[in-house]
């Protein structure tokens, strides 16, 4: 939180303060916890960083719709994946260029794809999908959160066999 806090306040964002308001668009008929994820999202940001959050509902046509609008409608959004198989490959292979996402990385593409299709040790596979998310990656002399080459960029929050990606912090 101190990290994120930092950013902020180094961005001319002291405790939120002055920054815009964010709407949060998420996709309707989901269920109680779904709902209630998002807004806890919300009220999170909210409380520690001193940053408004609206959520915004959409039935699940206007969202899709607008998710994969070029560029994307959706600036700041929340939806679900479920893993079609338990892989790394399987959740990581969602942020790599042509995917439901403005975002796209060459080397990021290049990390996640060579991983995948990996054929040996175990443990040095999962070390390679960790070099995707982990920051590995520079451009413009800055090192980049998650691989990724922008000031913006898709959070990744996942937990997959032995990979770990926390929240992405760009700058």
Not at 23 to 45: I, P, W
Not at 77 to 106: A, C, K, Q
């Amino acid at each position: 939180m101190a990290a994120a806090k930092a950013l902020l306040a180094d961005a001319g964002y002291p405790d939120g303060e002055g920054f815009p308001s964010l709407v949060l668009k998420t996709v309707s008929g989901r269920g109680a916890l779904y709902d209630s994820t998002a807004e806890a999202y919300g009220s999170m940001l909210n409380e520690h960083l001193g940053i408004d959050v609206e959520i915004q509902t959409l039935d699940s046509q206007a969202y899709y719709a607008a998710m994969n609008a070029k560029p994307t409608e959706i600036d700041f959004g929340f939806i679900s994946y479920g893993m079609d198989y338990f892989d790394p490959s399987n959740m990581l292979g969602v942020w790599t260029t042509g995917g439901r996402h403005p975002w796209s990385n060459e080397e990021y593409d290049n990390l996640v794809n060579e991983a995948t299709t990996f054929l040996g040790d175990a443990d040095e596979r999962i070390a390679m999908f960790q070099e995707a998310v982990s920051g590995g990656i520079e451009v413009g002399g800055q090192r980049r959160c998650g691989g990724r080459g922008h000031d913006t960029c898709p959070i990744v929050s996942l937990s997959l066999s032995r990979v770990s990606a926390g929240v992405c912090q760009c700058g």
